[in-house]
């Protein structure tokens, strides 16, 4: 994810909050919903580009299509444009 938003700190450091310090946990509860659809967006599209992904990376890219892509419809701050 930080190689997802390395243009975009101000995004990490929301997602790496009180969570990730203590659960290492992200989390997107307090992202507006333009960064809410800048982080969803640029990491689909780094997700999209990975060539020869590594397990670790592999095992990334499960959560993320298995677990979170069907949350984010739920989210009332979601714009799939």
């Known amino acids: 994810m930080d190689d997802a938003l390395k243009d975009h700190p101000e ?3 929301s997602i ?4 990730w310090i203590y659960s290492g946990t992200y989390s997107f509860i307090d992202l507006q919903a333009s960064d809410f659809n800048l982080a969803i967006k640029k990491i689909r599209s780094f997700i999209e580009n ?8 592999l095992y990334g890219i499960a959560l993320w ?3 979170l892509e069907p949350l984010f419809p ?5 714009n799939e444009n």
């Open 74 to 78: 739920k989210d009332f701050r979601y």
């Open 50 to 57: 990975i060539n020869a992904p590594t397990e670790y990376q």
């Open 11 to 13: 995004i990490i450091e």
């Open 16 to 19: 790496k909050s009180e969570e």
């Open 65 to 67: 299509s298995d677990v």
